[in-house]
């Protein structure tokens, strides 16, 4: 479902992504950790087309990035760790332009309109100005739209920050319905104790560079994922 | 850390005019700045020289001194008005800079510089040649360098003062009702009706001001009276000088003294909203270009300051066409007395000067900001996002410019082969100036921006947005001064509409492009 390869992002000097190497198959929920500034972000970005990448390939479902963004895009749904939306919208107007945009039909985009904010409890709430909501429900309206379009392929960067333990909860569910049903979830997380119930792949990064990557147990063995985490980290400095 | 802030807000203050530019065309930027200034400071030594040649015969320069100073401050007023609200109480780093160890009063005080530089570019287009015309025909004298300097410096603090006051009164009601967007709305219709009756009276006022020089002084002198101080104090007398600016900093001291007061309490305040429980309604599925367009309209019409500073051609346009039908017998009479053709050229570059002040794409890019993630992400071409942005402008302009040219062709009685050659003309060169305020959007674009005032007002791109496109229309009307001669009016506006066709289609290729690459690497 998506297959980075050689993927290199340069800022300046500084290799934010170096020749970081990924391969995600359909029902998989794939992790990824690392620092704060180990270039999670700036993956993640390159993934969904919003930032330009210097070297590799990314493709979506066998279709590549750099030739086709927009059949690409179409097959992916993107929340980002800070959701800045439309504020001068309300909730519903988000959904309707995020429905019209990826030109889902009005009798389905009613209908999963009205089951994910349900589920989020965030159906009373539509006809408010995005201006008026918390981070949180930024955050379930991000949710909501990225899911009303059922994507294929699913990338979040810090998907669980702001959200009530209720919603995470909720989310944690329907990643998993999404892969059950051939889908894929791709997304970054400092939760280390998330990432260890949830995923069935994981990629470590540091300094830009995959330092470790493969399923749960192979990266992590019988040891906490937090420990493995860390280890790594004291390993690469000495290096 | 008043310096440190400081100098984060003359940071934001000279980003948003060089933000995206290259080391050499931030030069470029500040030479083009000046250029301006100097064009716009010559319109204002002529007027100087006017009132000087006027009032000093009569024995009053000091009310010389007074009228240009009054008018330095109502061009301040003009300048500064319409931001000072969003950059005093609706500054996006409110938030952060509250949750340090600062007191508001000084948040407050170092937005207040802004306005105050804001002032200060606005007068000293006035200031300076007033003194320029006073010291040609005076000696230069220590005295009057330090009344200039005065009045470079501490006039701009009045304006400053009024200019806060009004933001101020609109914080305030803004915190009262519960449509803030209507309310600002409202307050800037009013104050945009006074400017345009006041600009449309310039002359006539001038006239009265020349023929009425000793009642205005008693007026000035019983009603403005730091005014008069001031120009009493210009003209050499210390005193008043000393007066006037110690009446400057009273007034300032009590007005700050007064907004900072409740400035927290105003930047702060979330009116209570009312809550209107969703009801579920059928949902009527639309194209993206359809649903990026709407975007674009909410995004228009809920900023009173992107419509009020970019839309307002359209309401000029419609103005300006009563203003001639109103006088039509008149123009009619013009028409008899001059050759008739040339005035199908006046019409379509009247139409078109006054269609270029809609600059609604130049900031448009800027103005995505932070939320430029969610257009980056949608499975859509970058051309498909410039359409709506370059449709929302052409909805905004080409009505009234449509509206503008048939009533011109009417009231002065144009064939139907020159309506079209202005209508064409016309619709074009809103066209051309869409795609041009999009080009040099993406060439200088500023998306962290902290006040959209400071994209919409301030920014490199929405000047160049504006003044590009009058520059052009002067450079056609230089072209037909040297072929006037030989071409006939209506070919020549033929010749127009074809260059103003092929710049479209120049700009056009750039933005599918150059323009693409760009905003991908945004």
């Known amino acids: 479902m998506l297959k980075i390869v050689g993927l290199t992002k340069t800022y300046g000097e500084k290799k934010a992504a170096d020749n970081i190497n990924l391969h995600i198959n359909k029902g998989e929920i794939y992790g990824f950790i690392g620092h704060n500034g180990a270039g999670k972000t700036t993956t993640i970005k390159a993934v969904c087309g919003i930032l330009q990448f210097d070297e590799g390939e990314i493709y979506i479902d066998g279709v590549s990035i750099k030739n086709d963004p927009v059949k690409c895009k179409s097959k992916l749904a993107y929340i980002p760790d800070n959701p800045d939306l439309y504020d001068f919208m309300t909730g519903i107007q988000y959904l309707n332009f995020v429905g019209d945009v990826f030109e889902v039909g009005a009798d389905k985009r009613k209908a999963l309109i009205k089951k994910y904010s349900d589920i989020f409890e965030m159906t009373e709430n539509l006809s408010q100005l995005i201006s008026s909501y918390s981070h949180g429900m930024k955050q379930k309206l991000a949710i909501i739209a990225a899911f009303i379009h059922e994507p294929k392929l699913i990338i979040m960067d810090e998907p669980f920050v702001g959200l009530d333990p209720k919603a995470s909860y909720t989310l944690k569910q329907m990643m998993r319905e999404v892969c059950d049903n051939g889908g894929a979830i791709f997304f970054s997380t400092h939760v280390l104790e998330v990432a260890e119930k949830l995923c069935d792949n994981i990629a470590i990064i540091k300094n830009g560079q995959i330092i470790k990557c493969g399923t749960m147990e192979q990266v992590k063995g019988d040891a906490s994922l937090e420990n493995v985490f860390l280890e790594m980290e004291v390993e690469t400095n000495n290096a | 850390m008043l310096k440190a802030l400081l100098r984060k807000q003359l940071m934001e203050l000279l980003s948003s005019m060089t933000r995206g530019s290259k080391k050499s065309n931030k030069k470029l930027t500040y030479i083009v700045l000046l250029v301006c200034l100097v064009m716009f400071g010559f319109i204002f030594f002529g007027l100087s020289q006017t009132l000087y040649d006027s009032f000093v015969p009569l024995g009053l320069l000091w009310l010389y001194f007074a009228v240009l100073g009054g008018i330095s401050v109502i061009s301040g007023i003009i300048g500064s008005v319409f931001s000072t609200y969003s950059m005093l109480y609706q500054a996006k780093d409110n938030e952060l800079l509250l949750s340090m160890p600062i007191k508001p009063s000084i948040i407050l005080f170092v937005r207040m510089i802004s306005v105050y530089i804001m002032c200060f570019i606005f007068q000293i287009v006035v200031i300076i040649p007033a003194f320029i015309v006073y010291f040609m025909n005076n000696a230069l004298t220590v005295q009057g360098v330090f009344a200039l300097l005065t009045a470079i410096f501490v006039l701009p603090m009045m304006t400053l003062v009024l200019s806060c006051i009004l933001g101020y009164l609109i914080a305030l009601l803004a915190s009262k009702l519960k449509n803030t967007n209507a309310v600002i709305t409202v307050i800037y219709v009013l104050f945009l009706g006074l400017y345009l009756y006041c600009y449309t009276q310039m002359s006539s006022l001038i006239a009265a001001i020349l023929s009425n020089a000793q009642q205005i002084g008693g007026f000035i002198k019983t009603f403005l009276y730091p005014l008069y101080l001031f120009g009493c104090g210009a003209k050499g007398d210390a005193l008043s000088l000393a007066l006037f600016v110690l009446i400057a900093f009273a007034v300032f001291a009590l007005i700050y003294a007064i907004i900072s007061h409740s400035f927290l309490k105003l930047a702060t305040t979330k009116k209570g909203i009312t809550q209107k429980a969703y009801r579920e309604k059928s949902i009527k599925a639309s194209s993206p270009f359809r649903a ?231």
């Not at chain 2, 900023?303 to 008149?330: E, K, Q, R, T």
């Not at chain 2, 947005?465 to 072209?479: K, N, R, T």
């Open chain 2, 292 to 522: 990026l367009l709407r975007k674009e309209m909410k995004k228009f019409v809920s900023s009173p300051i992107y419509m009020f500073n970019c839309g307002i051609g359209s309401v000029m346009l419609v103005v300006v066409l009563i203003f001639g039908a109103i006088n039509a017998d008149v123009i009619s009479k013009l028409t008899l007395l001059l050759n008739k053709d040339v005035f199908s050229l006046i019409a379509c570059g009247g139409i078109m000067l006054i269609s270029a002040v809609n600059y609604i794409t130049a900031p448009s890019i800027s103005l995505e900001g932070k939320n430029i993630w969610i257009v980056k992400s949608l499975p859509v071409l970058p051309w498909q996002i410039f359409e709506a942005k370059i449709a929302l402008h052409l909805i905004i302009t080409l009505p009234a410019v449509f509206i503008a040219s048939l009533g011109f062709s009417y009231i002065l009685k144009f064939s139907a082969f020159e309506c079209i050659a202005v209508l064409l003309c016309c619709a074009l060169f809103v066209l051309l100036c869409a795609l041009w305020g999009l080009y040099i959007n993406l060439k200088l674009p500023k998306l962290d921006y902290v006040s959209e005032a400071v994209v919409i007002k301030q920014s490199m791109s929405t000047f160049l947005g504006m003044f590009v496109p009058w520059a052009y229309i002067m450079l056609a009307a230089a072209l037909y001064f040297i072929t006037g001669n030989i071409l006939d009016e209506t070919v020549f506006l033929m010749c127009i509409t074809a260059i103003t066709l092929i710049l479209c289609f120049v700009f056009y290729r750039s933005l599918k492009t150059k323009g693409a690459e760009r905003f991908n690497s945004l």
